[in-house]
Nanobody, 125 residues
Framework: EVQLVESGGGLVQPGGSLRLSCAAR????????MAWFRQGPGNEREGVAF????????SYTDSVKGRFTISRDINTNTLYLEMAALKPEDSAMYYC??????????????????WGQGTQVTVSS
């Protein structure tokens, strides 16, 4: 069983930055896929960034490329999402997720096995 707890969300002005954290408890192999998703009001859930625990197989959705960076601290089992140049359309509930399958497989269906409770990001002036 894997437990995930996100933190770091909040209100930020357009153009600002935030860093989200996801503290993970439980066994996570280096091959497991770790990811950030988001869901805004009236929108479908969207996969934002993916990487495996070893630090490889990194990918981003097109709308955040060059602005968001996914990373992890393997010693503390913490997943991060650094967000810069934030736009109002980035406003959403952000969730971290973990799955035993490789990112190359699981990011196609988004059916991750473990999810956090989410942290709200609001980009507004």
């Amino acid at each position: 069983e894997v437990q995930l707890v996100e933190s770091g969300g909040g209100l930020v002005q357009p153009g600002g930055s935030l860093r989200l954290s996801c503290a993970a408890r439980g066994y996570i192999a280096i091959s497991y896929c770790m990811a950030w998703f988001r869901q805004g009001p009236g929108n479908e859930r969207e996969g934002v960034a993916f990487m495996n625990r070893a630090g490889g197989d990194i990918s981003y959705t097109d709308s955040v490329k060059g602005r968001f960076t996914i990373s992890r601290d393997i010693n503390t089992n913490t997943l991060y999402l650094e967000m810069a140049a934030l736009k109002p359309e980035d406003s959403a509930m952000y969730y971290c997720a973990v799955d035993p399958r490789p990112c190359s497989s699981v990011r196609r269906d988004g059916a991750f096995s473990y999810w956090g409770q989410g942290t709200q990001v609001t980009v507004s002036s």
